[in-house]
Structure formats: C-alpha cells, structure tokens
C-alpha cells in the first residue's frame, strides 16, 4: 500500500439514513472530481485533487436498507465511515467532523449531490484567501426527476442584511473551519430542520465571522416527496411541530427581519440575483445530467 503526505484542503461529511437509493450518486458527485484514492500516513484513504486531497466521510444512522452495501462498495474511495444508531442527523454530522482532517469543512445529505469542478474552485478560493475560514456558494435545486428548479447564486454577505438575520447561505455550499465549527460547540443536535440557519447566526452573532461567497454553483439540493426541509414545501406537507419550535427559537435569540423585496432588487446585489433569475430561466425545466456542464 503507498502512503503518502498530503494537504487535506476539504472534509465532506454525507450524513445517511435509510437512502441507500441516493447514496452513490452522492458518493460519485465527489469521487468524480478527484483523481484515484491514496493512502496517508495514518492509513486513512484520500482522494488527490489540485496540489492536496479531499477525504470523504460517511455516516450512517443505522439503515435497515442497501446503505451499508453501497457503503462497502465504496470503502476504498472513503477515509472513515460508521453505521450505528445516532441522535439524529446533526448527531451524524458532529461524529463526522470529529473524524476530520481537512482545512474547511461541509457536509452533504445522501439525497442531494455536489456540482462538478465545485471541490477545485473551493480549494482555488481557498488559496486565493489563505486565513479565511468561511466560505458559501451558490446552490441549485432539482425535482425528483433531477429537472431544474431554481438556481440561486450566493451573495456577498454585507452586515446591513446580517444584522437582521439575513445570512443567504446554503447548507452543502458553506464550507468553514473546525475551529469556529468547536467554537459554537458543533452543530447543534437539538435541531433536526434549521440547524444549518442556527450554526451561520452563531458564527456571525456569537464568532464575528463574514464569509466570503463563491463564484458560481457548489451542490444541488433534491427536492422528493422524502426530503425533509424541502419536501414539505414543495408538496405541501403539513409543517412538523419541531421545526415551528426550532424556527420560534432562532427569532427569539437572534435578529430576525424580513428584507424589503423591492430593497434587495436595488441593492449591491443587483448583479448576483439577476443571475440566478436568468440561470433559473434558462434551465428550469431541464435535466441536470444535460446542463451541469454548462454551469459556472
């Protein structure tokens, strides 16, 4: 076996439960934009990409379908992986980090799927930034059919907007440090819908930290009948008691204000959600598989 010594720009955690049917295509999302797995030092596989590596994380809930099959068939692309009962998905995501050796973290849901090129362009911005510890790009959403949705560019984050509790980030496109990710404890496991909208108002509010946003689109967002979050928008579910409890929280320990619609369309902004209008208009509609290398 040849080990290696390499920098670990980019943890991906992909938290699992009974998704065994979306599994791979997480997995390949990721796999697909490095090249072949090496071994570290320590034994753990990486995958080599630009002048360092990305390690590949999986954790999974105990499923009781194929997941732990598809998991073993991608053992060797995969630098630590469990299958145990946990607390739920923010459980999962805080185990994954502990496991993790890379410079920024993210995490992926089994469902949904990173865009290609996404880990280079982190990793360019990341040299490009050397000390950033926050970044967030942009995201897209695709229907159960994978036909475009909605694309949705990350914005420049300005601290008018931030200080009423408007922070634009999107769960797999925000990629942070392991230190601000210790600083506010983890992410929080009493949460099971907004805990990625709690974790940005902590390192805003509570760690003083401004991301810097990404050109272009960083993962893609499942919209099925399954989906958690967006699943009951989508098909018009009734909204779970807890995530009403989780929300009630979030405005009550945090600045929470709606922003003016027509103050947004003539602020600084101007340019990124014109963007993601004329990028939602010319793929909505479309499948992925045939647009994907068309995005930025």
Not at 166 to 172: F, G, I, P, Q, R
Request: some cysteine.
């Amino acid at each position: 076996m040849r080990t290696v010594k390499m920098k670990i720009y980019l943890s991906i955690v992909i938290a699992n439960y009974n998704y065994g049917r979306f599994l791979s295509t997480a997995l390949d999302s990721v796999i697909s934009q490095c090249e072949e797995p090496v071994f570290r030092e320590d034994g753990r596989a990486v995958l080599p990409v630009s002048d360092g590596a990305v390690e590949l994380i999986v954790v999974d809930g105990a499923s009781t379908d194929n997941s732990v099959e598809v998991i073993h068939r991608y053992s060797r692309y995969i630098s630590w992986w469990v299958s145990e009962k946990d607390k739920g998905q923010s459980d999962a995501f805080n185990k994954g980090f502990a496991h993790a050796k890379g410079m920024l973290l993210t995490w992926l849901n089994a469902d949904d799927f990173m865009v290609p090129r996404s880990v280079e362009k982190v990793i360019k911005c990341m040299q490009q930034y050397p000390g950033v510890e926050w970044f967030a790009g942009g995201s897209l959403s695709v229907n159960d059919k994978l036909e475009v949705i909605k694309c949705t560019e990350a914005r420049p984050m300005h601290r008018s907007r931030a200080n009423k509790g408007n922070c634009n980030v999107y769960a797999a496109s925000s990629f942070f440090s392991k230190r601000l990710l210790s600083a506010v404890g983890g992410v929080n496991i009493d949460f099971h819908y907004h805990m990625d909208t709690l974790l940005w108002l902590q390192f805003y509010f509570d760690l003083k930290q401004m991301y810097i946003n990404l050109p272009g689109y960083y993962f893609v967002a499942r919209i099925h009948p399954d989906a958690k979050v967006n699943g009951v928008w989508e098909y018009n579910k009734p909204i779970p008691p807890r995530s009403i409890e989780e929300r009630r929280f979030i405005v009550t320990h945090y600045p929470s204000e709606r922003i003016n619609k027509w103050r947004q369309i003539f602020s600084r902004d101007i340019l990124y959600l014109c963007r993601s209008f004329f990028d939602t208009c010319r793929f909505r509609g479309e499948k992925y598989e045939r647009i994907k290398s068309l995005l930025r």
